[in-house]
């Protein structure tokens, strides 16, 4: 277990460990049963272009905003016991972490569809914009989710 | 005096991150596009177009939303988080 | 990252790394964008009942074929890249890890229906059995999933 | 000769956690639930109500299945893996 402190909702440029944030999820409740866990990771591909690199840029205060108010509806729509966030920013390597997403709750029915839902959601409504560099250069990924 | 943030892809477009401007009584998403299009016709196009989201101390604006003194106003193009 | 081989589908006494199952997972392809982690842990409650300790016992063989027959329906049906199922037996104390499934794909919807399908699945087919240690002694679980 | 496995729940009940028996030739489920009525009435009626699964193999048996010599047949109570 690292040093971090474990906000449940972060935007960060340092790498996350998947094991923590579940162990730090754990610590919310003895009644855990079910955790399911989204991870978005850096693919080499996207519409047949080749891609060498990514990079993210936010928009401080309101994405945090807005990961929080995903993570208060997940709790209150769906019934899991808690949910957090962390979205890195800038640059990302093929096959690096991009995206956690950790829904806990008694049963895993509610996690399932809490944990899609927030990445979805997330897409829809939080201030973060990619940037992929190509072998034609570098582009704003402009498209809706 | 209100501040004005570009993000992204619409940095390159507004030709600048950030700018401030003056303004005596609120004015609405369509007369600050105006102001805008002063300088940079085709930021004020988009705007227009709604091919941007536009927000007010981070929160999304509605057509009613009035922007006044001391606030924080976004251009926002398409986001493009979490990956896939 | 531990010396452990990875076999994908495993029935194992000892605990297990959720991030070293992931970066396993990862290596497989350099087109995934997608990871769906079910984790399974165990609860102090169950029907009202305080639960100290869980015992998990299996059919050896015929628990690890029903496992690879899961991941291998999953990556037909589902259009996922690759699946990896643990499945821990023996003591289980409360809040451990009980079981996990990583579901890696190139995009998150497919993994999501994997690794629900999955879990449903293992449930159904795969011949593990589990003891609940409660103030009024020891049972077998036997209800349907 | 056949081997026959009794797990979680079913050891108790058959009073024991494995068996050989013999049998010169292949013989049904319902055949087999007769021999073990002998001694563990128990045990038979569970079968003959279909509350014990049963494998022959490590696969699961159909009505027709048939028992042969040399096979490893399994009487196991309903699953409970996964956790929830």
């Known amino acids: ?145 | 005096m209100i501040t004005l943030k570009y993000f992204a892809s619409l940095r390159s477009i507004a030709g600048k991150e950030e700018e401030s401007l003056d303004i005596t009584n609120p004015i609405t998403i369509d007369q600050l596009s105006d102001i805008i299009a002063q300088n940079s016709p085709k930021m004020a196009e988009m705007v227009r177009e709604k091919k941007v989201l536009i927000s007010v101390n981070q929160e999304m604006t509605a057509d009613d939303t009035l922007i006044r003194d001391g606030d924080e106003v976004a251009f926002l193009p398409p986001f493009s988080g979490g990956a896939i």
Chains 1, 3 share one sequence.
Not at chain 1, 54 to 77: G, T
Not at chain 1, 96 to 101: C, D, K, Q
Not at chain 1, 104 to 127: M, N, Q, S, Y
């Open chain 1, 1 to 145: 277990m690292s040093t971090t402190t474990f906000s449940k909702v972060r935007i960060q440029l340092e790498d996350f460990s998947v094991t923590d944030e579940i162990e730090a999820m754990k610590k919310v409740s003895r009644n855990i049963g079910g955790i399911t866990t989204f991870l978005g990771t850096g693919r080499e591909l996207s519409k047949g272009e080749n891609i060498s690199k990514l990079n993210f840029e936010h928009y401080p205060k309101m994405a945090e905003k807005k990961l929080e108010e995903i993570r208060e509806k997940a709790i209150q729509d769906f019934g899991v016991i808690d949910m957090s966030i962390i979205h890195r920013i800038g640059p990302i390597e093929i096959g690096e972490n991009i995206v956690l997403i950790v829904a806990v709750g008694e049963h895993r029915g509610e996690t399932f569809k809490a944990c899609e839902w927030a990445i979805a959601e997330l897409k829809r409504t939080t201030p973060i914009w990619k940037r992929e560099t190509t072998t034609k250069g570098e582009v704003w990924v402009q498209d809706t989710p």
